[in-house]
């Protein structure tokens, strides 16, 4: 994000103007710009966050249980790609969006680093999921998406603690489940390129998870509350259905969220 008029841009303020920016490349092109800029050294600031990111006009946004189901073969893993690079663009807004929009809370300069480090992860995470279904004669937003991700992001807009709980610690953690399966089916289809894609991002994922549960321990540090009550009251009060195992447990507690949080769940 190239400073405007001379004026040093805050990180709050460039924050926000990646949120607002529609086209995916433009999104991805400006986080990078952004971290850089940060790097080199800005202030925080504040800015308002907006309810809703800006979105391209495709691909269309459908309610979840109005997805088309995937078939298997070659159709049924592009369909797979794209609905991972929208989950992956909604992820780098995410993470802008948990800088913007908790700017306030007078958080310490690591927590800063650690969201701007995940943005930029996340925006290679697009970026090579979008090559990918170039690789196949596929775009982001041939097919329909759903809003689910960012549905999760407004009902947890009031609060950090909830929104550490719900995204990195509950929808990016089940993404650790369910990854491994997912390459290993790339493999056998002898998708090497899709599965070492799949592979990076669960690397970085992992690093994401270990930041969403430190800060949400320091949260609780600062509120005097057990991480892993109010884990399970935050997840009661904010996420229909629950957690459903089987979890990876080597993974998440890799990630710093071990057995101690899913013990509801694993009964
Ligand atoms: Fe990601
Ligand atoms: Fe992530």
């Not at 952004?34 to 309810?51: E, T, Y």
Request: charged share 20%; aromatic share 8%.
């Amino acid at each position: 994000m190239r400073p405007k008029n001379n004026l040093t841009v805050t990180l709050a303020q460039g924050a926000v103007d990646v949120l607002l920016t529609a086209s995916p490349e433009e999104k991805v092109a400006a986080t990078f710009a952004l971290a850089d800029v940060w790097r080199a050294g800005i202030g925080v600031g504040r800015a308002a966050a907006p309810d809703d990111p800006a979105r391209p006009p495709r691909p269309a946004l459908l309610p979840p249980s109005e997805m088309p189901r995937r078939s298997m073969g070659p159709k049924g893993r592009i369909a797979f790609i794209h609905a991972l690079a929208h989950i992956e663009l909604n992820a780098v807004d995410l993470a802008w969006d948990i800088i913007a929009r908790f700017a306030h809370l007078d958080l310490p300069l690591a927590y800063y680093n650690d969201w701007v480090g995940v943005a930029v992860e996340e925006a290679e995470h697009y970026a090579a999921l979008a090559n990918r279904l170039a690789d196949f004669g596929a775009a982001y937003g041939d097919l329909p998406a759903h809003n689910g991700l960012w549905d999760a992001a407004r009902s947890t807009a009031d609060s950090l603690p909830a929104r550490l709980a719900i995204i990195p610690m509950t929808l990016e953690a089940r993404g650790l489940d369910t990854t491994p399966a997912a390459i290993e089916r790339c493999r056998a289809a002898a998708d090497a390129d899709t599965a070492a894609v799949l592979q990076q991002i669960y690397d970085d994922e992992i690093k994401h998870l270990r930041v969403g549960v430190q800060w949400f321990e320091y949260c609780c540090s600062r509120d005097g509350a057990n991480p892993q009550a109010r884990y399970a009251v935050l997840l009661a009060e904010r996420f229909r259905g629950g957690l459903k195992p089987p979890f990876n447990l080597p993974a998440r507690t890799r990630a710093g969220m071990d057995e101690s949080y899913l013990k509801p769940w694993l009964s």
